[in-house]
Each structure stands twice: as structure tokens, then as C-alpha cells.
């Protein structure tokens, strides 16, 4: 088992907080259970369509979504998207770019109210050969909601600092 | 000569017009390209509310004394705040979408940062009906978001459900 820190010791009784694990200390294989869950209000759903300039129609006029959608509170797919993979950026914090996604499911419908919980497991990691301070790490993330029905799962790449070699010390991390 | 396609407004009386959302299913054909308007500049703002209303830990985003030491000079707009002002920004085309059902595939082709402008493109790709489902049929399209020097920063493939043309709902809800 893997040990992971939170805090780097200053000096004597003084300790900083640490941001995400290290690419060295990530393996094929772990999983990591994202803390905390969030819930979905109606509310946040509106503003987040508001807010991406989305005027469809269900997102602005109640008597219309009850009539066209029968009145379900959908909670919209960028904003699940957008939540899941935030969850994950307290592990996955040394992050240079987020280069994609891949295959983005959505087995069972969010809606007002739930919760969702996320957990992510390492499935590959590589050197970069073109940025050699940096490198490619390989995660599946799926989220689960209250009944532990799976919400949303994909896949994705992203780029990351080796040990040592990102802008932490510069920027007094 | 101008060639125009499409109806914006459905006529619902003598010189009375109501405006129209989105197209119809059998509207859209394989290979057609919709170029989406109005584009949307993201400020460092939106880029902050974004981070902290979703719990976004990365302080690329929001922390512009780390994110001067980085490559990138300045914080980085989250990717997924760029995808979902892509998704907005085509509603005046997939106005009639029951929902998302996935994306095969999302790539982050190119930086984006608080000030950039972002314009939104749609290829369909694919088209089929749905056998157990008459009023709604499925595409598969690919978006893409150029910002305001033409560069591709985000191009994503994703399948949606839309309504078929005189579904009575939107008629029901007076739409």
C-alpha cells in the first residue's frame, strides 16, 4: 500500500498543505475514492445553463418543461461532467493540461436532489516524450449517486509534473 | 444571391409571428455544418466561479501567482468550462434536444484563456431513428470551439437525442 502526504513539514510545529500526489507515487491499478460528494440543486442547473449561454427552453420556462419533459428536474450532461471531474483534482492536482476525454457514459439519469459521489482508478501512465519535466497520466473516473447507481463514467488523459519539476517552489507551494 | 434555410419563426396568426427553437430531427442531414452565433468571451471571473462552484482544487485556475510560474503564464480556463460553453452556445440549432446521451470522444486541442472568445461549430455525422421511440430520433455530431484567432481549442464527438418535427408538446406548450 502506498502512502500519501498531506502536509510538507517548514520547519519546526510549522507544516504546509501538499495539492495532489505525485506522478512517481501514482501505479497502475489504484483507486481513489474522491471526498466530498456533492448534491445537485435545481437551482445551479438553471444558472449553469444560463451562465453557458444555453436558452433551450426547458432550462428557463417550468410549464414548458412540464409539459415536453413531464416536469423531471434533469440535471444538465456538461454540468455532471464538469462536477465529476472537478471531484477528482484534490488526487490529480499537478495537473499541466487536461488533454481529453474518451468515451463519457451516462448509465442512469441526474436529477435535483441527488448526490453523487466519485472514485477514480489509474489505468495507465507514461513519460512524455516531447516535454520530458512532464507526463501522460491514463484514469477512469465514474460516479455514483446516492443508491450507488453509476451516474457517469469516462476516461482521460492528462498531463502532468514529474517530481520536482513543476512551478511549486517559484510559487510557494 | 443571398440562399436562406430554415424557418425562425412559425406563423400562429394573421401577422403573427412566434420564434422558433432549434430544428427538428428531420431537418438535420449527414455532413450539414452549423456554424453557431453569438460566440462568448470567458473572463478570469467565470473561470474563478466555475472553479470553486464545482470544488475544482486545481489552482491553475484560480491561484494567478502559480499559474504566472507555469508554462502557460496565466491560469488556464477549465476544460470543462470551455465544453459547456460549447454545448450552450448551440441551442439555437439543438434547441429541440432531449438530452446528451455521451461522448465517444473530447479533445483539448489548444489553450484557453480568461479574455479568449469562443465560437462553436457542429458537424453532423450521424443519423438513425430510434425503433422504440417515434417522436425522437439520434444524432451523432462533432463540435468544435475556435476562439477568436481561428485556432481549434476543443473538437468533441458526442450523440444526442432530438425531438421530431410536430411532437405535440412543444405545440401543448404553446412553443
Given amino acids: 500500500m502506498g502512502t500519501f502526504y498531506s502536509h510538507r513539514k517548514l520547519a519546526e510545529d510549522t507544516y504546509i498543505e501538499i495539492a495532489g500526489v505525485e506522478y512517481e ?9 474522491h471526498r466530498p460528494g456533492r448534491t445537485f440543486t435545481a437551482e445551479e442547473n438553471r444558472r449553469h445553463a444560463l451562465r453557458s449561454a444555453d436558452l433551450s427552453i426547458r432550462n428557463v420556462d417550468a410549464v414548458y418543461n412540464d409539459k415536453v419533459y413531464k416536469g423531471e428536474q ?4 456538461t454540468l455532471i461532467l464538469s462536477v465529476v471531474t472537478a471531484m477528482t483534482t484534490k488526487t490529480f492536482n499537478k495537473v499541466v493540461a487536461n488533454l481529453g476525454w474518451k468515451n463519457i457514459q451516462f448509465p442512469t439519469l441526474v436529477r435535483a436532489g441527488d448526490t453523487i459521489y466519485a ?3 489509474i489505468l495507465g501512465k507514461r513519460e512524455s516524450q516531447s516535454r520530458p519535466a512532464q507526463a501522460v497520466l491514463h484514469v477512469r473516473t465514474r460516479a455514483v449517486n446516492q443508491c450507488g447507481d453509476e451516474v457517469c463514467a469516462f476516461e482521460r488523459r492528462l498531463l502532468i509534473y514529474k517530481r520536482g519539476l513543476g512551478p511549486y517552489e517559484a510559487a510557494g507551494y | 444571391m443571398t440562399e436562406f434555410a430554415f424557418a425562425s419563426h412559425v406563423p400562429v396568426g394573421e401577422n403573427r409571428y412566434r420564434e422558433r427553437y432549434g430544428l427538428d430531427f428531420e431537418d438535420f442531414a449527414i455532413g450539414q455544418t452549423f ?3 453569438p460566440g462568448l468571451t470567458v473572463s478570469q471571473q467565470d473561470n474563478v466561479e466555475d472553479a470553486l462552484d464545482t470544488l475544482n482544487q486545481a489552482m491553475l485556475h484560480f491561484d494567478e501567482h502559480y499559474a504566472s510560474k507555469t508554462e502557460w503564464q496565466r491560469p488556464l480556463v477549465v476544460s470543462t468550462l470551455t465544453l459547456q460553453h460549447l454545448i450552450g452556445l448551440t441551442w439555437k440549432t439543438f434547441g429541440k434536444k432531449v438530452r446528451i446521451l455521451g461522448w465517444a470522444d473530447i479533445s483539448m486541442t489548444g489553450p484557453v484563456f480568461g479574455g479568449d472568445t469562443l465560437y462553436a461549430e457542429t458537424e453532423i455525422k450521424g443519423k438513425q431513428d430510434i425503433a422504440e421511440d417515434p417522436s ?9 470551439g475556435i476562439n477568436q484567432n481561428g ?8 450523440d444526442l437525442l432530438v425531438y421530431k418535427r410536430d411532437y405535440m408538446p412543444f405545440a401543448q406548450a404553446n412553443y
Avoid at chain 1, 74 to 77: N, P
Avoid at chain 2, 151 to 158: G, N
Fill in chain 2, 136 to 144: 425522437r430520433g439520434r444524432l451523432t455530431v462533432v463540435t468544435k
Fill in chain 1, 74 to 77: 434533469l440535471i444538465a450532461e
Fill in chain 2, 35 to 37: 456554424k453557431h452565433r
Fill in chain 2, 151 to 158: 485556432a481549434l481549442v476543443c473538437s468533441m464527438e458526442y
Fill in chain 1, 25 to 33: 507515487d501514482f501505479e497502475v491499478g489504484q483507486i481513489f475514492e
Fill in chain 1, 119 to 121: 472514485e477514480s482508478e
